[in-house]
Structure formats: C-alpha cells, structure tokens
C-alpha cells in the first residue's frame, strides 16, 4: 500500500500520490517573500541553498524517526490486507484463481465457490473497516500532519532555489541532479535551466 516520495526515497500512502509533483506548481511569493537581502548572486544561492538542505533534512529526519514509525504503528493495528482473490484447487489438482468483489450480487456456478468467496469477501471487508478506523487515531493524523507541513517546507525550498539563478557551475549542476531525481522533468525544473544555459552560454 506505500509508494516511494520523490525526494527521500520514502514510502508514503496511497492517498499521498502525487501531492509533491502538484506542489512544484505553486507560486514562488511565499518563498521570495522572506527571502533576506543579498550582497550578490552568489550570496543569494548560498542562502537558498542553506535553506532547501535544512528543510530537506528536517523532512528526512522525522521521515525517519518518527512518521515510519507511526506507520507501521498504524499497519499493525490494521493487520495485512487480504487479497481481493481466492484459489480453488480441483479433485483432478487443477487450481483456479477467482477475483473477489465485495457485496457482488451473482452466484457461482458452484454453491462451494460461492462460500470461498463471500468468506474472502468478508475478511477483506473487516480489514478495510479496521484501516478506516486506524487512520482516524488521534496520533497518527497529528503525525501524518507534521510530515505533510514538513514535506511542503522542503517542497517551497527546492522550487524556490530552483527558479533561482544558478550564479556558478556548481550551482548549475546542482539544479540538474535535483531536477532528475524525479522520474519525469518537471516543466518548470526545465524552463530554469534551460534559462541558466542560455544565460551562461552568452
């Protein structure tokens, strides 16, 4: 039930899908806003590069420490999912695999396949009500919270230094090695650096 966040390599819940790549788009006024005045270019990366690694590591700490072990806190209380399939095996030792689907309303043709399946049907019903009631504990919501507004610092942090300038080569290959860490090129990642090319190339 988990997939993998972009930037941390963790996993999340599948109700997080991609709530980091929506994020890219945000405006850039928040960031900039705070954005302390710079003697130079040069002066204004570090700053915002500063600020990126120590949302980063915040997110990735409490990632750690914290939201994975709420998780699994969480997936315990659940138990396992149970698979939304079941397998008769045959008196010639043939074996079937039936799709299960909660509250269908046809018969099988077998009155046996018919109680393999309402007993599936059953059990992945009391998981799912388990999950559902799991998910409303006071502590993890609290947790999942913090990691979202975690994540979201992080995300504010990396668009804001990606729209900035690259004043350097070393800045410029940052920019690609976070730009690339994601499995598709994010538009906006493209557009600045195409613009720190060019800008360079002159």
């Keep these: 039930m988990a997939v993998v966040a972009p930037t941390t390599g963790a996993p999340l819940r599948a109700s997080e899908i991609n709530r980091r790549g929506l994020l890219a788009g945000l405006t850039l006024a928040p960031a900039l806003a705070v954005m302390p005045p710079a003697a130079n ?23 750690e420490t914290v939201y994975q072990v709420e998780r699994e806190r969480i997936d315990a209380m659940a138990g396992e999912q149970p698979p939304l399939w079941f397998e008769h095996t045959t008196r010639s030792g043939q074996t079937a695999r039936f799709a299960v689907v909660p509250g269908k309303q046809f018969p ?16 992945w019903e009391a998981w799912r009500e388990r999950d559902d009631r799991v998910e409303r504990d006071p ?47 994010w538009d906006e990642d493209r557009v600045a ?6 800008r360079m190339a002159v």
């Design 41 to 63: 270019a040069a002066d204004r990366w570090e700053i915002l590069h500063a600020r990126f690694e120590r949302a980063a590591e915040a997110a990735l700490t409490f990632h």
């Design 108 to 123: 099988f043709a077998s009155p046996l396949l018919d109680r393999l399946h309402d007993e599936a049907a059953a059990n």
């Design 139 to 185: 502590r993890w919501l609290a947790v999942d919270r913090e990691m979202s507004r975690l994540w979201d610092v992080e995300n504010d942090a990396r668009v804001a230094l990606m729209h900035e300038p690259a004043p350097h080569g070393r800045a410029l290959a940052l920019k690609v090695q976070l730009a690339i860490a994601n499995d598709d090129l």
């Design 193 to 198: 650096l195409l613009e720190d090319v060019r």
